[in-house]
Each structure stands twice: as structure tokens, then as C-alpha cells.
């Protein structure tokens, strides 16, 4: 069996004894050996294939730890607007993949902002220049207002008659016709009708999801399930279909739909159940609803409101549920943002531990976006790992600080968590925000946006290390896997998981990490990204 | 890394293109080289251990690919009278398992004949001799009477004013008072009340099981479900619960309960997730009963009888069943003993073909008894595993003979089905026969009890060589879970699952076939079992 050998540049095996190796060496999917040049060569043997780095960092394979891969490669199937100043290239957009697509389906897009097209809203009427002959349907970057054309209106059967429905508002012109935006609630109106995602377009789109995944560096992804049916089936059949083709060139630890607890412990299934590549992970919950939309369960009023948002599960059912999970052997992962919402899951944790048996995996609270200071700690002391996402901070601290005030220096706590000795794991949560891992540690890092705002970054005390910052996407959700033994450094006898950067993450400016990227991805020792 | 060495003895790869080498070195879980003892020297390195075969013989691990192996360690756990034929023996095993139990466990045994002991039954008042106080319950060897005692049945409420059930009989004395014998359905009556065992039980059990295959040499263990409530939750829980501790040293692939393929589709589960200890296999359906009962269901009647048995599953929801779980990429996994039942299957499966999808397991029918010969070239044309038990030939040919006639030319039709391209995976059945492969082997090479009779063998033609049984219990079962590349052989590369046995199958006569042990088991190059 050839020996694959790594030198000529610095390799960074998150191993706190020996941070920085000359060389490493890969013997089938795992590492066989790593340390200084002459060590390396000793172990690897005569049967050897250099990769000469040519100065080019090495990382371990970093970890997505909470990503909605499916829907992220479907999102970026569609026409995206983001960031698109100009009106007549976005029209030129939509016209371009128009043409496309079979007959008949149905075009979708995202990410439009009119306010960069001058506070005009656009029209049916565009659209339909673009777009005539089949159904289309874009929603504005912020998914409160969608744009359609009139075949969209036709077929949803919108016209002058249709009233508002409760929560929403259908815009109409001077005649009372609709003009082709759609908000809120009445977004529903075009969208149940949409017909899911093929099976061929639902693969189609995690192949591309991976394919984006594996160019940063990532070699796992924690994925939660599909929680709308509209989204089509569960992303771990996608999972499973994909591996029967011999295409899954990524490992993923897949979570249950809440909604199916009573078919894992019909089955007797447990969480861990899987391999290295497809891993059957916890029971996916919500204890509460987002920041933006002021339903994110809060132990106090929002700032300026008298309301706290939502309890989606109130505490003693989650109690319950937790109770009933850990009991079977299945971990829970629960969404919680709010510091109302993430007590009373650490609550519904702590009441279910007498009675949980042999969980293989441990319980995680996703998002952990605000929490009471004296809550801080029993991540800690109860095992539940910190599921955090930093690109939400940055990209929410506007809000936060209108809506939750000086109770932002507790929110996106990761400096707090991990001196309490809570483990982090770190994800993105694409498609709501980018994908890009590099971004995620940037935002960590600075606690600013790319643009360098705020100056000095936002509640600064709670910024990590750039080593922080890389366990949180290697060590930390390799911790979450319970495959601390095989992932998360670059380790003798551990998985060959890495990823040759097009810099080094040590050596740059912390401004500048957001631009890293993979030139190579190895996943088990094969190149499965290589930039050409 | 240490590098293990095997040499001095013959070691039977299965491997046609070189049947026979001289060593073997294992690094890590898998097999490294292979041949003769320069070449695996070479490879070896010069960090060795070296076992020295003295002589004795090894081959790939074995798979038993059926075993109820809960089941099989709950019953050995029980009194076990299988071939006493001394009555007073038998009362002090009793009386000695009634003194270990603990306060109010019920004593359970099984396996008594009374016509060994001079036809006489057996009565409450003997057993309530040796076991007063606490509930006792025997089956006989055929499963068809159970033996109580006074307390059993009180707390079943059974006193000369109970009726004899439908199909079943409670055997009484001249007072009509209750004797201790339960005939059939009567003994239901008592086996409703016994409790199921605790987990403790149930992993003890489990245990135990797992060594005593171990020490045959087996190395993989095809699983069903549990399919009685009674005997407690499902196996694949125990299976993980084990392994959480630790103690899973043998792998499983465990299959689904029919009744569950709902919670399967739900999760989005498929056949085949899991990784090489433990792996989720096809749902388990049963399309007929069994030879013994008359309810193996027949194309043509019984000899003699103007029946044809049961089809448990009728052919068209067969149809529906296994077309709706291949549809969702689940194998399925069937009983079917009588001609009609595995053509009902055969059908079903080829009904099923159009819209299968991603079935990474190959379908496979269990037992397969009797086939019409039309059907005996479609197990291959359809890619379905036979799973047979050659011990159930040996064990059941008198009442074949007796109830099927010369339709026997085409049961157990080992050979009939390897002619036409069939994979055959064998196993034991236990705790319904012994768990012992070696009598497996045995049987499907001599057709022969362990007496020697019938001379020449029962329907000899259908007789295997020993290499083509030993490939039956370790290739054909690597097939049935798609790991052709990683197991039933020791060639490079593969896992290191074998054992050393204390003779060479290959040298001793084909009638002391049944005489051979493991004295070593490894598995992933671990020795598992080593016998002192």
C-alpha cells in the first residue's frame, strides 16, 4: 500500500503537545504518521507519494456542526439576487436560468433587495418579461416578501378578489390588482403549491452542497432533518441514496425529526448508530422560535416590548420528551436561542438524567444565543455540548442589541462557555447564513463584520483565539460524535481528514481569515476537492 | 503499530486463486499479507508478533447467518435436560437452579423427554418436590407440552374448573385435578404470566451467547428480531446497549421486525446503515409456519393430509409488503419453509423489481426448505440469498420423508441451488437447533446425523464438499451484506476475523466434522476468544 507524505509547510495538528508538524504521512484512510521530516520518512517507508505543500498550511478537516445541507444546495440551485445592485442584470439573471429549466418547472430565486434597486418594488409585470411562460417565485433576502409573476398569481388563483389573509398582505395597484409581492402569510398562498424538489434535483443539489463544502476545508457536516414536508423527504435518505451511488465524499452525522421518536424507539434504534461516513445523531427539537422575529423564548421582555416570544415546547413537555429520549438511548439536540428557552432545556436535560441509559452520543443545545449567566456553567456540568454558530452574531448584533440591550454581553458567549468548560462545536446554519466555515471562524475571531465594524468588535471579551476558534469547528463537534479517538487532530492512527489551505491561518491578519480556502480536501486519506 | 504473524500450520483462505498458505499477517483490524512465510515476513516488518499455529488449522471467521441469539443465551440460562435420561438427575439440575435463583424468579428449563424416562410424564408434584416455593416452568423438547408446578399453577389460576382451551389441553388426573402437563394452547395459559426477562437478564444472556459462538469459531452473527413481546425489547437494543459497554466482541447484522417497516420508512432508514460491528439488515417477514406444525405452506397437499398448510402472508399482500420496503430501500428478509411459500416470496420480490431503489442489501429468503424445481433457478435470476440451516435437514428428514414424500429430492436442495447460481448462507437456527456450525457443516456435507445414518446420506446428491460449505457459512454471508471486499476470505486488505481450530476440517473424515472447536477467535485482528 503507497504511503502518501505531506511536507514542505506548516501542519497544524490541533494536538496542544506538538501544535506545528513538518511533515505527515497517510497510510490508507488514517494517518500513519506525523512529526519532523526524518521521523515521517522513517515510518512511511520506500512505497511513498509526495505532496510537496510548497509552503501552504495544513489544518485538520474542519466540521460544519449545524447545516441544512440539502436545502443549502437546493437555495443555491436557484437564481440568487444577494448582494445584486442592478436591476437589469438581475432581470438578465432570472431570463438566463429561465431558459434553463424543463418546461413547466417552476423558477426559483432569493436574496433580492429592492432597496439596492432604488426602493422600487418590482413587479409581476417584470417579471413576466423575463419569465412568461412558467411559474416563478423569488423571495426578498430577508424571506418576508416574495416576488412572482403573473403564471405564479394564475395558478395559486390570486387576483383582485383574493382577500389578505390573517398575517399577511398581498400588494395590490391602484385597481386593486395584484402587482406581485406577496408578504408574510401570504407568501403561503404561491408556496403551497410549489411541487417539492425532485429526487434527481434534490440529489443534484447535495452534490453541489458537498461539493461547496469540501472547497473550504470541510470534511464533516452534523445535519439536522428536514423539518418540512414541502422540502421533500428526509435529508437521510438523500444521505443514504447518495452513498449507494458511491458519491458521499463527506461524513455526516444525520439527526431525527422530533416528530419521529416514536419510530426510533419503535426500531430500538439509538443515537450513534452508523460509521464514520453516515452516523445516526440525536433527536432534533425546538424549544423556541428566532431573534429577528422576536419569538426566541426570553427570560424577560425584549427591550421596548412586553412580551418574552415563545415557548414552541413549554418546559414541562420538554421535560417530558427528553426524558423519554434519553431513557431509549437517544441524545437530543435542541434549537434554543433564547436565555428562557436554553434553561429549560438544560432543565429538561438535568431531570432526564437519572433515568438515561447508555447514550452514546451527547445531548447539544443548537444556537445558545442568549443565556443567563448562572446557566453558563451547566453546559459543563450537565455534558451538553454548545452548538453555536458565529456568523449569527455578526450578522445579528444590530438587532440583538436593539432587542435584548446590555443583555447582549451574555449572548453569543463563546469566551464564557468555554472558560466555564463547556465544549464548543461550531457551525454555520446554511442556507440561513453562508456556508463558508472561514467566515464563521473570521466572526469568532474579531466579533465584527468583514467590513471591520464595530471597531474593536462587538462585546470583544467574548472573542476567541484563532485556536479557540479552529477546536470549535475540529475537536469540539468530533467531541459532539463522541470520535474524539479518531477526528478533530491530526494524530497518528487518526482519520486522514485535512485540508491544505491557500494560506495559514497563524500567519495571516485576523481581518484576512474569512478568505481562506482549500486548495486540497482529503476526507479518509482520498482527494475529494482539489482547486484547479 | 505491532504486526501479528500467524505460521506453522495451514491456513485456508477461501481464496480459489490460492486455497492454501503458509502465513499470515495481520496489522491492526485487518489483514496485511498473506502466503508464503518469506513473503509475510517481508511485509511484516520488524516490529512482530509472531502465534505459533503448532500445526492447527486456520480459516476465515464463520457467520452464522440466522440466530436468535438472545433467545438462544436466555435458554441457555435456563435448566437445560436436552438427552437426560435419568429422571432423578433431572430433579436435583432442577433443584439446584431453584437454590441459585433469587426470591420469586420463576424457574424456567427446557429440552425434557419423558419417554427417556421410561414414558411416564412428569407432574406438578414432582417438581414441587425440588422447587416448593417459587413458580416453575419446563417445555419439553419439542416445545409442544410444558411442565409446571403447583405454584405456576395458582398464580395462572389453573384448578379443576378450567376449561381446556381451543387447541390446547390441560392434562388432569381421575379427580380432574390439574397434573402439571400443559398440551399446546394450554400452555399459554402460564406463559402469559411469566415475566419477560430484565435487561440485566437479557444482556447476561447475550453475553454468554455471544462467547459460546465465539468458541465454534464464528465471527458474524445474522440477526432477527425479536419477534414475541415477551421476550422483551428488541435485540438490536441490547446489541447497542452491549456495545455502549464495550462488550460487543462479534459483529451483527441485525435485522428489522415486519411490524415495523412503518417506523423504518418514517425515519428514513435503509437497509445496510450501520458500520461492520453493528449493521441494520433487510425486515423480517414470515410467509408461511414450519414442517413439524403442518404449516409450511405447500403447493400440493401433505402426504396423506388434504391440506396445504398456512400462508401466514397471503401471495398478493406479500406482493404489496416486500414492494413497498424494497421501494424504500429496505431488503426483505423471509420465512419461507413450504414450495408455496418461497414461490409466494420469489414473486413478491420479482413484482417488487421495477421500483426497487438503492437496496444495498440483496434480498434473501430464511429457510427455504422445499423448492418446486422451477423455482430453484430464480434465487439467482433474482439475486435472492438462500439462508438456509443444513442442521434443520438432518434434524427434520424423518418427517419430511413422512410428510412430503419424494418432494423431498428438492428440499434442503443445497447443491440443486449452487448449481444454478445461487449464494447460499448458512446458520443454525438456535435456540431452535444447537448453535454449533460445525454440526452445519457437517450436515450439508453428509446429509448424515452424527450416528451416520441414513448410510450414504439423506438424498446425497444434494450433499456439499466441505469447501463449498465452509464458503457457505463465510462468503455467501459476506454477500447477503454486500461486504464481499472486507470479509468471508483472508486475503489482504480484509478484516482480520478467523480461527484456529484444534484440527484441520480439510484432513479429518467428513463424520468428525462436528468435533471441531475454535481454540483461538479473532476478530479486527483482536483475539476475542481464547480457549484455556
Same mark, same amino acid.
Given at each position: ?43 512511511? /517507508?520506500?512505497?511513498? =507519494? ?5 509552503? +501552504? %498550511?495544513?489544518? &485538520?478537516?474542519? !466540521?460544519? @456542526? ?113 402587482? /406581485?409581492?406577496?408578504? =408574510? ?5 404561491? +408556496? %403551497?403549491?410549489? &411541487?417539492?424538489? !425532485?429526487? @434527481? ?125 434519553? %431513557? ?205
Amino acid at each position: 500500500m503507497t504511503t502518501i507524505v505531506l511536507h514542505n509547510g506548516p501542519i497544524y495538528i490541533l494536538d496542544p503537545a506538538q501544535p506545528v508538524a513538518q511533515a505527515l504521512a497517510i497510510r490508507g484512510e488514517r494517518i500513519l504518521a506525523v512529526g519532523d521530516e526524518a521521523t515521517v520518512r522513517a515510518a512511511a /517507508g520506500n512505497r511513498i =507519494e509526495v505532496i510537496d505543500l510548497r509552503g +501552504r %498550511a495544513v489544518i &485538520p478537516g474542519l !466540521t460544519d @456542526a449545524h447545516v441544512h445541507i440539502v436545502l443549502h444546495g437546493l437555495a443555491r440551485q436557484q437564481v440568487r439576487l444577494t448582494g445584486c445592485a442592478d436591476f437589469m442584470a438581475a432581470l438578465d439573471q432570472i431570463a438566463a436560468a429561465a431558459q434553463r429549466l424543463p418546461p413547466g418547472a417552476w423558477l426559483r430565486g432569493n436574496g433580492w433587495d429592492h432597496t439596492l434597486w432604488g426602493g422600487r418594488w418590482p413587479s409581476r409585470a417584470d417579471l413576466d418579461r423575463v419569465c412568461p411562460d412558467r411559474p416563478a417565485m423569488l423571495s426578498r433576502k430577508d424571506g418576508h416578501s416574495l416576488w412572482v409573476n403573473s403564471r405564479a398569481l394564475e395558478l395559486a388563483g390570486i387576483t383582485a378578489a383574493t382577500p389578505d389573509p390573517d398575517g399577511g398582505q398581498i400588494q395590490r395597484d391602484e385597481h386593486g390588482e395584484p402587482t /406581485g409581492i406577496l408578504f =408574510e402569510t401570504a407568501m403561503e398562498l404561491v +408556496r %403551497a403549491i410549489v &411541487p417539492p424538489p !425532485t429526487r @434527481a434535483e434534490r440529489l443534484a443539489a447535495l452534490r453541489l452542497a458537498i461539493n461547496e463544502a469540501l472547497s473550504y476545508g470541510l470534511t464533516s457536516l452534523h445535519v439536522p432533518p428536514a423539518t418540512n414536508p414541502a422540502d421533500g423527504p428526509d435529508t437521510l435518505i438523500d444521505l443514504q441514496a447518495l452513498r449507494a451511488d458511491g458519491d458521499l465524499t463527506i461524513r455526516v452525522l444525520a439527526h431525527i425529526a422530533g416528530a419521529h421518536l416514536d419510530h426510533a424507539i419503535g426500531l430500538g434504534l439509538r443515537s450513534g448508530l452508523g460509521d464514520d461516513w453516515l452516523r445516526i445523531g440525536g433527536l432534533k427539537l425546538f424549544a423556541d422560535g428566532s431573534l429577528g422575529s422576536e419569538s426566541a423564548h426570553m427570560l424577560a421582555p425584549y427591550e421596548g416590548r412586553d412580551h418574552t416570544g415563545i415557548a414552541v415546547i413549554p418546559p414541562a413537555e420538554m421535560k417530558e420528551i427528553v426524558t423519554r429520549a434519553n %431513557a431509549h438511548g437517544i441524545s437530543v439536540v435542541v434549537h434554543a436561542i433564547g436565555d428562557a428557552a436554553n434553561r429549560s432545556v438544560l432543565d429538561a436535560i438535568a431531570a432526564a438524567r437519572p433515568t438515561a441509559i447508555h447514550l452514546a452520543l451527547p445531548n447539544r443545545i443548537e444556537h445558545a444565543q442568549i443565556l443567563d449567566p448562572h446557566d453558563i456553567p451547566r453546559f459543563a456540568e450537565l455534558g451538553v455540548i454548545a452548538s453555536m454558530q458565529p456568523i449569527h452574531c455578526t450578522a445579528d448584533m444590530a438587532v440583538a442589541d436593539r432587542l435584548w440591550g446590555k443583555r447582549c454581553a451574555t449572548s453569543y458567549a463563546w469566551r464564557s462557555l468555554l472558560d466555564a468548560g463547556a465544549t464548543l462545536a461550531f457551525g454555520s446554519d446554511a442556507p440561513v447564513e453562508t456556508l463558508d466555515p472561514w467566515a464563521g471562524i473570521h466572526a469568532a475571531v474579531t466579533r465584527q463584520t468583514t467590513d471591520g465594524a464595530p471597531a474593536g468588535g462587538w462585546y470583544p471579551e467574548q472573542r476567541l483565539a484563532l485556536s479557540e476558534a479552529l477546536a470549535a469547528y475540529c475537536t469540539g463537534p468530533a467531541a459532539a460524535e463522541a470520535a474524539t479517538d479518531r477526528k478533530g487532530r491530526l494524530s497518528p492512527g487518526m482519520l486522514a481528514d485535512l485540508a491544505v489551505l491557500n494560506g495559514d491561518p497563524f500567519q495571516i491578519p485576523a481581518e484576512r481569515l474569512h478568505t481562506l480556502r482549500a486548495e486540497l480536501t482529503m476526507v479518509g486519506g482520498k482527494i475529494m476537492f482539489e482547486r484547479r
